[in-house]
């Protein structure tokens, strides 16, 4: 007799930053978190988006405990086989892949930090159990929480800052990925078929991030040093279905930077 799928969604991580603005605008059967997570036990469902523990809890604060990060990995990895969905959206952070990646690059094997680690072992426990995976690997979120983004937080309260420089490298590029555009990138990529996205944005320096925000604080900053580094300029082989012409990012550095002033300085419009 032929089993019967359900009709049921479930968000994984529905109390965090993604999940609140996410199920606001969404219907999900079950709304899951640590505090009711065996509830998903047993139970098929049509589609579930999962959140990575960095994406769900601030990559700042998963790197501030690791070793809690890793027992926490561990054990939504054991359980995973308790979770029976039909399309799984594995929202995660792009940190298990190289920082000039696109959706064709392997990604990293190994490494040794711990925290990246994590990020590995969780994302190749994903796409081993589930069939249907659509894997986002976000670059770096775009709130101005310290767990989330310190840099961000620093410069939206720079008469905070203590004397002395700050601690970040001033050409370290970053592709500041704003929360509220998660579910509306993702219902794009899911009739696609796709397996993965890296929902690129135009990189900004540093220096130009403190320029725009806390031009105040650029005395502040270190001059640069060959050890500093990179940061991403990660680009999407599918930016085309967002943007045209293709040039592997999901808006224009203009717009992008019309964006954060919005959601972060409106008074700069």
Known sequence: MRSVMSHDTAFFGASTI????????????????????RLSFGKSFRMMVYLDNAVANGPAAVRGDVEADTKTTNYLINHLGDIKPELTVFVTTADMLPHDADENSPIIESSEDAYVQNRINMYKAVNRQFGRV????????????????????????????????????????????LPQRIMGDVERCIPLGIPSIIPAMPELTTMELVELFAPKLLDKLPAPSPEDP????????????????????????????????????????
């Open 230 to 269: 990179i940061g991403s300029c990660r680009k999407s082989i599918h930016s085309f279905q967002w943007l045209d012409p293709k040039d592997g990012y999901l808006l224009t550095r203009e717009d992008q930077i019309e964006l954060l002033k919005f959601y972060f300085m409106p008074e700069l419009l």
């Open 134 to 177: 659509l894997n986002v690997h976000l670059t770096e979120i775009a709130n101005p929480l310290p767990e989330f983004n310190p840099l961000l937080h620093t410069l939206l309260n720079p008469d905070t800052v203590k004397k002395g420089k700050l601690p970040f490298a001033p050409l370290e590029r970053h592709q500041l990925y």
């Open 18 to 37: 993604f999940g609140k603005y996410w199920t606001r605008h969404r219907y999900f059967d079950y709304l899951i978190d640590r505090e009711n997570f």
